[in-house]
């Protein structure tokens, strides 16, 4: 029961990583542009974004991790 929650969770937040960075791409890439008029502010918002969200990302793990101690990503 535990293994299979635990595989559930890394999947479905898994996918929800995947949705969080196709939505920070584009709003970085397109919205960037639009709201501070510089076509190049998406190249410089990107890797914040990324970086800023790897970090909850890992924050999360750990946390879930501390919770659980069967949680494992892999």
Excluded: D, E
């Excluded at 479905?12 to 960075?21: A, D, P, T, Y």
């Excluded at 974004?49 to 879930?64: P, R, Y």
């Amino acid at each position: 029961m535990v293994n299979n929650y635990i595989g559930l969770h890394v999947r479905f937040w898994s996918f929800g990583l995947q949705v969080r960075f196709l939505v920070l791409w584009f709003t970085s890439r397109f919205l960037g542009p639009l709201a501070f008029g510089c076509k190049y502010t998406g190249y410089l918002f990107t890797p914040l974004f990324v970086m800023l969200h790897l970090f909850f990302f890992m924050s999360h793990t750990l946390k879930c991790a501390l919770k659980n101690p069967y949680f494992t990503v892999f």
